[in-house]
Structures are given as C-alpha cells and as structure tokens.
C-alpha cells in the first residue's frame, strides 16, 4: 500500500560498464565481441560517413545510448524490496538466460513472420 503511486529504478547496485555488457552478451550469443573500443566522439563522426554506415550499419543511436551518462536513485526501491528480502541480481548471473529468451523469440519471429498478430512476447 505505500508503494501506490511511485516510481522505483530497480537497479544493480554494482552497475558494469557498457562495453562489459556488450562482451557478455556476445559470449552469451557465442559470438566475437568488438575487437576495439572507439571513442564516442569518433565513433559518431564516422557514422556520418555513408561508406561506414553501409558497411556497419546504423551505429549513430548505440554510440548515443552507451555513452550517456544516466545515475538511478535505487535507495527507495531498495528499502521496499529488502523488507520483502527481495534485492537486484548481478547481470552477470542472468545475462545467460536473456539472451537466451530473446534468442527464442528472435527465432519465433522468424519462423512466423507473416503473421503480424502473433504475440512475440
């Protein structure tokens, strides 16, 4: 009853840097991860090049998104989910079965891509 009406992050309290998340779930995928890192200001310069975009695709919007610098304020979620002896897992112990997840839905679409009113999810 005291959480009507809130919002809560629910968040890890050990956040991993985002190019550790990308080599996770590539392992996770079994695939290669990036062999380099570039910075964000490069890596946006580049995007703008027609030739770079052909070839690695529409990178412009991840660059954006990995590099933002976001803070969550988890110190209320945490209180409610504590009481109930509930606490935000690592990502490293369920990175295995989300990307497994979204590999069967991914696989599921394809499988039935004609029928657009086929829940995915």
Do not use: M
């Amino acid at each position: 009853p005291d959480s009507a009406g809130k919002t809560y992050h629910v968040v890890d309290p050990h956040a991993l840097p985002a190019h550790t998340v990308v080599e996770l779930v590539a392992r996770a995928a079994d695939r290669r991860g990036p062999a380099i890192r570039l910075p964000a200001l490069f890596t946006r310069q580049l995007s703008k090049l027609t030739a770079f975009s052909r070839f690695f695709g529409e990178v412009r919007a991840a660059a954006d998104y990995f590099n933002a610098r976001a803070e969550f304020d988890s110190r209320e979620a945490d209180v409610i989910l504590s009481e109930a002896g509930i606490s935000c897992p690592g990502f490293e112990s369920y990175v295995d079965r989300l990307v497994a997840f979204i590999a069967s839905r991914l696989e599921r679409l394809t499988e039935r891509r004609g029928d657009l009113h086929d829940p995915l999810f």
